[in-house]
């Protein structure tokens, strides 16, 4: 099929952008890896299409006051492969699972996290690590913590009249770690069920944070410090990877349980996707607790 008439334009500055969004209709375009299928399939029919990639601020990828300031226009193999991005340590993880090479070089991180499918890796990680987004109209700018901003499955707390302008990142800190894992049948498929890590040790203190995607209408995200504590109890203060993703597979069922939120689909039942996201807990919350660890013995001996 192809897409239903829809008028064309293409503004050079944020204010031009915003005044176009107020006429009814009116679809913000970037780098399309998610709005072109949906307008060939005709599931979207809007009226206008706004092309914002002549706007320069847009383009704009800076570390700020330790935050990682992400515009509307940049790309994820830009994300990728910049070494600035080097500071989001989970973003570096999670983005050679997006897709294939080539849709990361035509697809913006503002873009995979405003369509907000369910199965997305960017709007989990977004998630995970607590990020801000920041929506711009004629009216101004509002900043939606990521857990206020998904709403359900490509449902957002997006105005028709607003822009997702930018997302703010935090920047790691020392003792902290991250993991990242997913299944797809192949791999730049959607995933079947994924989930983002991010782990805290400060001396005795540890906070474990884990967020699913794949098994509910928005990014899950869960406190799992209790079931990491648990794991340590078995393992000592100083396992290996290896003992403690044995330790963890004891309590990571539990969690599974109470993410999964599906009745399931012809490529998995509810009951499958709880395994995955058992396996995949243990697994990464492992490595996020080890590179924690590491991360801050590293600090301390600078």
Known sequence: MKAAPFAYVRPGTVADVVA??????????????SLVPVLAMRLGRPAQLIDINAVPELSALSRDN?????GATVRQRQLQREQVAATVPLIRLAL??????????????????????????LPAVAACLEATMVLTSARGTRQVPAVDFFTGALS?????????????F??????????????????????????????????????????CFGVSDVPVSVDVSSQLHAALETTGPDPSRADLLSALAEHTPDVADDVVDTTGDSHASPAY??????????????????????????????
């Not at 330790?66 to 992400?70: F, P, Q």
């Not at 699972?97 to 369509?115: D, F, K, L, M």
């Not at 957002?156 to 703010?168: F, G, H, N, R, W």
């Open 170 to 211: 935090p920047v790691a800190k020392p003792g902290e770690g991250f993991g990242f894992g997913e299944f797809a049948r192949r791999h730049g498929d959607f995933a079947l069920a994924g989930v983002a890590v991010r782990v805290r040790t400060t001396g005795e203190s540890v906070d474990a944070r884990l967020t």
């Open 66 to 70: 330790g935050s990682l300031r992400v």
């Open 20 to 33: 176009e969004l107020s006429r009814e209709g009116s679809k913000v375009i970037a780098g399309g890896q």
């Open 156 to 168: 957002t707390v997006i105005e028709p009249e607003e822009l997702l302008s930018e997302v703010v």
């Open 96 to 121: 050679p699972w997006v897709g294939h090479r080539e849709v990361r070089s035509r697809g913006t991180v503002c873009g995979s996290i405003a369509h907000a499918d369910p199965s997305a890796e």
């Open 273 to 302: 996707r709880r395994q995955l996201i058992s396996a995949l807990a243990a697994r990464e919350v492992s490595r996020a607790y080890v590179s924690a660890r590491d991360s801050e013995s590293e600090g301390r001996s600078r």
